[in-house]
T-cell receptor
Framework: ELKVEQNPLFLSMQEGKNYTIYCNYS?????LYWYRQDPGKSLESLFV?????AVKQEGRLMASLDTKARLSTLHITAAVHDLSATYFC????????????FGQGTELSVKP | EPEVTQTPSHQVTQMGQEVILRCVPI?????FYWYRQILGQKVEFLVS????????KSEIFDDQFSVERPDGSNFTLKIRSTKLEDSAMYFC???????????????FGEGSRLTVL
């Protein structure tokens, strides 16, 4: 059974600092997603990572995937308050269609 | 930009009542999903639907739940007799297909918040 673990679960950052959120998963996968969720809102797709070594960047966020280590990272550069949200990684078990298994989420709070 | 739409955005119901949550997936998508998120917790898979039948369901998706695609556009989740623990945000999602395989990028609706009293 595929399990997805994120850490940390809570992250309080100062503006301008860098930090990394980690996502580990337990079995082979061919797709990994990162989503952002604001309180009471839906899931906003940030990145889809499809292959080993994939790296994608959008603004202050950069995601990478190491399929051998079954690890993805979401790196935040020079955080700003607008990045405060909960970030989820979600993994598709290999050859299991679109069924996503989500991590617990990382609640990020960026303080001035 | 095409989007997944859900109604209602919020429903309050009494325990034991039936609830139907509605979704209109993106028009050329073939795979449909329901996920659930209890307040403050992670998002959990409920069910996937393809070719007019359930392709997979989780342990949460017991006999009280059912899904239907009654026409070419709507995809519904019915909870027959709601319990307090069914209170959650329910997300519908859809994805496209290529070569008969789900291409996997899921597009989520805004969610329907269900409150069971």
């Amino acid at each position: 059974e595929l399990k997805v673990e994120q850490n940390p679960l809570f992250l309080s950052m100062q503006e301008g600092k860098n930090y990394t959120i980690y996502c580990n998963y337990s079995t082979t996968s061919d797709r990994l997603y990162w989503y952002r969720q604001d309180p009471g809102k839906s899931l906003e797709s940030l990145f889809v990572l499809l292959s080993n070594g994939a790296v994608k960047q959008e603004g202050r966020l950069m995601a990478s995937l190491d399929t051998k280590a079954r690890l993805s990272t979401l790196h935040i550069t020079a955080a700003v308050h607008d990045l405060s949200a909960t970030y989820f990684c979600a993994v598709v078990e290999y050859n299991q269609g679109g069924k996503l298994i989500f991590g617990q989420g990382t609640e990020l709070s960026v303080k001035p | 930009e095409p989007e997944v739409t859900q109604t209602p955005s919020h429903q309050v119901t009494q325990m034991g009542q039936e609830v139907i949550l509605r979704c209109v997936p993106i028009s050329n998508h073939l795979y449909f999903y329901w996920y659930r998120q209890i307040l403050g917790q992670k998002v959990e898979f409920l069910v996937s639907f393809y070719n007019n039948e359930i392709s997979e369901k989780s342990e949460i998706f017991d006999d009280q739940f059912s899904v239907e695609r009654p026409d070419g556009s709507n995809f519904t989740l019915k909870i027959r007799s709601t319990k307090l623990e069914d209170s959650a945000m329910y997300f519908c999602a859809s994805s496209g297909a290529s070569g008969g395989r789900d291409t996997g990028e899921l597009f989520f609706g805004e969610g329907s918040r269900l409150t069971v009293l």
